[in-house]
Each structure stands twice: as C-alpha cells, then as structure tokens.
T-cell receptor, first 110, second 116 residues
Framework: QKEVEQNSGPLSVPEGAIASLNCTYS??????FFWYRQYSGKSPELIMFIYSNGDKEDGRFTAQLNKASQYVSLLIRDSQPSDSATFLC??????????FGQGTELSVKP | NAGVMQNPRHLVRRRGQEARLRCSPMKGHSHVYWYRQLPEEGLKFMVYLQKENIIDESGMPKERFSAEFPKEGPSILRIQQVVRGDSAAYFCASSPRDVSALSIQYFGAGTRLSVL
C-alpha cells in the first residue's frame, strides 16, 4: 500500500462545475497535509494546507480533512480551464519531508 | 522577494559524466529539501539538509548521489557517472527555520536533467 494515494485520473469536469479531488494516507500519525498544483513542465505550487479536522476555505478552493478516515480532499468551485493541471496531495512526515501521491490530472472543458 | 532559485534550468549530460545541480533557498530559509520527479511518476523525497548538516538522506540512492549545503553558498546535488535512468526533473524546496507541522515548503522551478 502506498503511503499517499490519489486517483490518477484524468478527472474531466465542465467549466463552472465543482471538481473534487481525493487523497488517502496510511500513517495515522500524520499531522499536516498539503495540496500542490503542477502545470505540465512546471514546478509544484502550493494551493492549500490543512492541519485540523474539518474544512478550510480559500477563495474557490476548499480543503477537507478527516483524520479518523485518513482522508483529505480538495474541492474547486467554479472550475476554469486555467485550473487544468495535475494536483498533488502531500503529507508531511516527522522530520519534515513530504510524501506525495501520484497526482490527479484535472481537465476543465470550456 | 526572490523565491527558491535553482540552476541550471536544463542540463544535458552524456552517460558517465557528472551533474551538479544548485539550489539557493528563499531568503530567511535555512532548510533545504531535494525531490526527484521521474517521467510519468510522482515527486519522491531525496534528502533534507540544513547548513553544513545532512538531516535525512533516506531517499537518496546509495551510490553516485550526494548532497551538501555549505555554510556559504547554495545547496548542491551531485550525481556522478550519470546513467539514462537519472533523467528527471529535480526540484529543490526550502522552508523557514521552524520545521514543525506548520512549516510550508516552497519549490524552485527545478532542473531538468537529460542524460544522452
């Protein structure tokens, strides 16, 4: 079992719809969780981070964390074609290193 | 406010040559992480360094790879006797002095290594 798992996609949604990206992790002691966006050929860009159970909203983005289920998600409201990218879920391990999922490719169709 | 600076952006080497990748962290950041992204794969942790110290090298291949972060100057990831399987994007990230769960890692633009 991988430490961090994501559906590889591609996830295709129409413009204006809600995109839902999911991530599960195996280390129950994990404390902090990050979503990065990576455009093709570019570097990862931090979108959201979350530490506490529940929801955290920032503009069109909402991160949701459920530690009991070891599940973290990212919702993107009013999806735009410019959101088309690979979204990486990452879990911080003791000592600081990030463990990444494989990434979910999102495609927003005009 | 300069971000994490990596150079070169693209590096071409022939099999058997050495590759040196450089990373200057963001101003005020004293922690550097190196990650590798092989084609069609996710980001994999390689090494975590502080000034003059290797803190965690659990992701580094056992041979040919080394990393340093000297007191002065950038962090260097060195790959000796490169092979075609080393072709990948190498990303450096930095974070502030505090490495608690609340600390954020910011990524540089990466170095794309191609081995011919």
């Amino acid at each position: 079992q991988k430490e961090v798992e994501q559906n590889s996609g591609p996830l295709s949604v129409p413009e204006g719809a809600i995109a839902s990206l999911n991530c599960t992790y195996s280390d129950r002691g994990s404390q902090s969780f990050f979503w990065y966006r990576q455009y093709s050929g570019k570097s990862p860009e931090l979108i959201m981070f979350i530490y506490s159970n529940g929801d955290k909203e920032d503009g069109r983005f909402t991160a949701q964390l459920n530690k009991a289920s070891q599940y973290v998600s990212l919702l993107i409201r009013d999806s735009q074609p410019s959101d088309s990218a690979t979204f990486l879920c990452a879990v911080k391990k003791q000592g600081g290193k990030l463990i990444f999922g494989q990434g979910t490719e999102l495609s927003v169709k005009p | 406010n300069a971000g994490v600076m990596q150079n070169p952006r693209h590096l071409v080497r022939r099999r058997g040559q050495e590759a040196r990748l450089r990373c200057s962290p963001m101003k005020g950041h004293s922690h550097v992480y190196w990650y590798r992204q092989l084609p069609e794969e996710g980001l994999k942790f390689m090494v975590y360094l502080q000034k003059e110290n290797i803190i965690d090298e659990s992701g580094m291949p056992k041979e040919r790879f080394s990393a340093e972060f000297p007191k002065e100057g950038p962090s260097i990831l060195r790959i000796q006797q490169v092979v075609r399987g080393d072709s990948a994007a190498y990303f450096c990230a930095s974070s502030p002095r505090d490495v608690s769960a609340l600390s954020i890692q910011y990524f540089g633009a990466g170095t794309r290594l191609s081995v011919l």
